[in-house]
């Protein structure tokens, strides 16, 4: 059973995704919250799979909310998916940065927010390519110049080959067919890559090959 915590401050919209979820045998909602602050006090208590957040919110705002569960320890499992009224929005960028897994627009299909939750829930980032991509390439190109990225001196050459493919969005499949190993090593690669640069997923790994210039807006 997934197990979801719903963050919004507007009733009506909880109210349509929990119908939603809860129509699918393996999804249930175990808490709702009205502002940031009552979501990182729910997911500290439930320790859900998923945590649909939205950006906006009283009290505490869905950006310093996903940071704060991000940095949790404890909650090192949990998954936080923003919920945002437009795709190409800074604070979405902000909050990927922060630990997000990937995001959803509100008016997204009733099937999509189905499959994004299990996307999520099974360890996997949600992240559209095309619209993910775009919109991490929009803010971090507005950096001035890469920031130094010491960090990216432990990877080693196919390492750093592993980022610019996560990064452009392939799978393990895809992304063994191209370095030409089997699925199993490059997941092994990945996870490297995750532990050297102390990303939680796959999305911040997409954050990071952009803002280090490892691929650049336009390059995939």
């Known amino acids: 059973m ?6 919004d ?11 939603i979820l809860e129509g699918e045998d393996d999804i249930a909602v175990v808490a709702e919250a009205g502002d940031g602050a009552q979501a990182v006090a729910a997911t500290a208590a439930e320790r859900p799979d998923v945590v649909l957040m939205d950006i906006r919110m009283p009290v505490l705002d869905g950006l310093e909310a996903t940071r704060r569960i991000a940095a949790d320890d404890r909650l090192r499992d949990v998954r936080v998916v923003i919920l ?4 190409l ?3 979405v960028y902000g909050a990927l940065k922060a630990g997000a897994s990937g995001f959803l627009v509100k008016d997204t299909e009733p099937m999509e927010l ?4 299990r996307v999520v829930a099974r360890g996997d980032a949600l992240l ?8 991490i390439g929009e803010f971090a190109d507005r950096l001035r110049e890469p920031p130094a990225a010491p960090r990216l001196n432990g990877l080693t050459a196919r390492e750093r080959e592993v980022l610019a493919g996560v990064a452009a969005g392939l799978s393990n499949e ?4 191209r370095l030409v ?5 490059a997941k092994t690669h990945v996870s490297r890559v995750l532990t050297k640069l102390g990303a939680r997923d796959r999305a911040q790994l997409v954050v990071i090959a952009y803002e280090t210039g490892v691929v650049k807006p336009g390059w995939l």
């Open 2 to 7: 997934i197990r979801v915590v719903l963050a």
């Open 9 to 19: 401050d507007q009733t009506l919209v909880r109210a349509g995704f929990r119908s």
């Open 84 to 87: 945002t009224t437009f795709d």
């Open 89 to 91: 929005d800074e604070y």
């Open 114 to 117: 189905i499959h994004g939750v």
């Open 128 to 135: 559209a390519p095309s619209v993910t991509r775009r919109l």
């Open 174 to 177: 895809e992304l063994a067919a």
């Open 181 to 185: 190993v089997s699925p199993a090593t």
